[in-house]
């Protein structure tokens, strides 16, 4: 059973845009700190964004800060990854993971705690 679901990839040209949706259950999704990575064929996985349990704050990696908004319905257990001016070195597998942290900086940290979706596939054409 898929309890963190990412969609919303695709192609785009760019300078186009895109935005993820990560959706989980109730239970993986309440009170966990989620957030976005992205990971190259033959790269380390990076972090892109993370934001805290009530959605009040957020944390980017800095190559990243003002072309993507993390952002996150408790309502709808949701959390939004919005991509804009995409670049061709953006193409990558995006992934959403929830993860048990107060510390939002922490919650973006390397490593292969939390519970992670399968993954959605971003592709940007020059």
């Known amino acids: 059973q898929v309890r963190v679901a990412e969609s919303g990839g695709g192609s785009v040209q760019a300078g186009g845009s895109l935005r993820l949706s990560c959706t989980t259950s109730?239970?993986?999704?309440?009170?966990?700190?989620m957030a976005w990575f992205r990971q190259v064929p033959g790269k380390e996985r990076e972090g892109v964004a993370a934001?805290?349990?009530?959605?009040?704050?957020?944390y980017y990696a800095d190559s990243l800060k003002g072309r993507f908004t993390i952002s996150r319905d408790n309502a709808k257990n949701t959390v939004y990854l919005e991509m804009n001016s995409l670049k061709p070195e953006d193409t990558a597998m995006y992934y959403c993971?929830?993860?048990?942290?107060?510390?939002?900086?922490?919650?973006?940290?390397?490593?292969?705690?939390?519970?992670w979706g399968q993954g959605t596939q971003v592709t940007v054409s020059p």
């Open positions: 993971v929830a993860r048990i942290s107060t510390d939002v900086p922490a919650c973006l940290a390397l490593g292969a705690f939390g519970l």
């Open positions: 109730s239970y993986t999704y309440k009170g966990k700190c």
């Open positions: 934001i805290n349990t009530g959605g009040g704050m957020t």
